[in-house]
């Protein structure tokens, strides 16, 4: 009986050894087939781990596919040695991840470096006068008579005062200037604050304009 077992045995490891792998079976590369980590050049690799790049002043031995594959490979693996070595690893719930130092290599610009905008008019004449521009202060101001912050400007804005009061005093002089326009006292500071709009944008167009003509 144990001859039997040892036999059959001996006809399955027999049978194991003739078993060939399929084609979708992975099968591990020999040493022969890998390739060494370390990389060396008669001429040694410039790196700039800032840019992740490595310079290869080494001439191509051939530009057949595999000369190019292998050199690419070396290029690679030098950097990623290099990037492994010198720069600070951390470890965090992450990932592990690596501090790159500055960049040393200027890159080029995609586009042109944009020209300096034309001076206004405004702008001339300051600097012809030597007016200098003012600090621009918050966009709310203190109303005494509510003892809140009210924005300048915009709704319920404080340029706007006086003009939904239910209650208006009025002079002879503000009577005669409303009467002049042809409306109600009440309506006169909104009628002014829109002229005042209204001239504002026109001095800006006629300042454009000026501006093309200059710039040809």
Same mark, same amino acid.
């Given at each position: 009986?144990?001859?039997?077992? $040892? ?6 490891? @027999?049978? @194991? +050894?003739?078993?060939? =792998? ?11 087939? &890998? ?25 191509? =031995?051939?530009? +057949? ?10 290029? %690679? ?8 070595? +010198?720069? !600070?690893? !951390? ?10 130092? $500055? =960049?040393? +290599? =200027? ?11 034309? *001076?206004?008019?405004?702008? *001339?004449?300051? %600097?012809?006068?030597?007016?200098? @521009?003012?600090?621009?202060?918050? &966009? ?11 924005? &300048? ?6 340029? *706007? *005062?006086?003009? $939904? ?6 002079? $002879?002089?503000?009577?005669?200037? @409303? ?14 604050? &829109? ?22």
């Amino acid at each position: 009986m144990s001859t039997e077992v $040892e036999s059959n045995a001996m006809d399955t490891a @027999a049978s @194991a +050894t003739t078993l060939e =792998p399929t084609p979708s079976s992975s099968v591990p590369l020999t040493k022969r087939d &890998k390739h060494p980590i370390t990389v060396t050049k008669p001429v040694p690799y410039t790196f700039d781990l800032g840019n992740l790049l490595i310079n290869d002043f080494n001439p191509l =031995p051939s530009t +057949t596919e595999s000369s190019l594959l292998n050199t690419a490979r070396d290029a %690679a693996q030098a950097l990623i040695n290099q990037l492994l070595t +010198t720069c !600070t690893i !951390t470890s965090t719930s992450a990932g592990v991840h690596l501090t790159l130092p $500055e =960049p040393s +290599t =200027p890159l080029p610009r995609e586009k042109p470096v944009p020209s300096a905008a034309p *001076k206004t008019a405004w702008e *001339k004449f300051a %600097a012809k006068k030597g007016i200098r @521009a003012k600090k621009r202060e918050g &966009k709310t101001v203190f109303d005494e008579a509510s003892g809140e912050w009210v924005p &300048k400007w915009g709704y319920k804005g404080a340029n *706007k *005062k006086g003009e $939904e009061e239910w209650i208006v005093e009025v002079d $002879e002089k503000t009577q005669a200037k @409303a009467d002049e326009r042809g409306g109600s006292v009440r309506g006169l500071g909104r009628a002014e604050r &829109k002229e005042r709009v209204r001239r504002n944008e026109r001095k800006m167009r006629a300042n454009k304009r000026g501006e093309r003509k200059a710039g040809g």
